[in-house]
């Protein structure tokens, strides 16, 4: 029940999101204007991952994720008011509204995320290294895409961890897409498990979008690297149900008319109905209890001011007192 819970919130809140977006975009389309300007890239079909994963973390725990980082920062327990109003760049956001949807980052905890591709890796294994040498027993979680997984800071990151024996989980979401690059003619091996393998960790596999198969090989590599027994690596199959970004036309994929029909919320709700789990009034409530808090995100959001260009340089450093 929790799992879906969680993913239906996500899934209301990058709904929610997706309107505030394009509602004053136009004419044309614009990224610089309206209510939410820049970039937007959204995680739906990609809630699985976050919801199975951080199932087993705790706010001491520690989560760097991608460029499309929603579904993660909500699974984590990021404050969603304080996140929605970072997303529309306003002062009672995560960072003040400098960081906006793709740079958020949340010390209470320990998330962060990053619009290079495969940033978050090194940082996830300096706080790991960080709670080793502490003696405590949180871990951090490095979450990255498939395409991303060819990046030289995996690999650097993968081996630095494993002879270490780093408190670490990485985590690849492979939704077959790099921006516009299938994985086939970009990747070298067809599992990037493997690659786990080749750098002395365990390396799993989960197909289908199967939330419940990722919250249980998250169980084992959450309980390896809280044991001291060094990192592992989880790949989801996932699916990007939308574009790379707002405005991506996709005609690149020759799949998208069959890409509601994998939705995994519907998916797993009729397999918990199935189950007895569920019954329709507690689907009405969930979304209803859902919608509710993501709409008091986007009211806290519009209401707090936008940044005065006055204060553009405050913030930037970390400022002291000298006295």
Known sequence: MSLYEMMVLSRTFEEAILREY???KGPGFDIGKGLVPGEMHL???QEPVAAGVCAHLTTADAVT??????HFAIAHRVDLRRMTAEIFGRVDGLGRGRGGHMHLFDPDTHFSCSGIIAEGYPPALGMAF????QGKDAIAVAVTGEGAANQGAFHESLNLAALWKLPVVFVVEDNDWGISVPRTVSTSVGNNADRAR???MPGVRVEDNDVEAV????RTAVQRARAGDGPSLIEVHTLRMWGHFEGDAQGYRPELAEVTSHDPIPAYESTLLAS???DATAIDRIRAAASE???DAVAFAKASPVPDPATAHDYVFNERSTR
Do not use: C, I, K, Y
Not at 130 to 133: G, I, L, M, P, V
């Open 276 to 278: 007895g789990v569920l």
């Open 65 to 70: 994720a991608t460029h499309r980082p929603h």
């Open 215 to 218: 919250w249980e090989a998250a």
């Open 22 to 24: 394009h509602a004053d």
């Open 130 to 133: 960080a709670f080793q040498r």
């Open 293 to 295: 808090r993501v709409e």
């Open 198 to 200: 080749a750098n002395g």
């Open 43 to 45: 995680s739906a079909g």
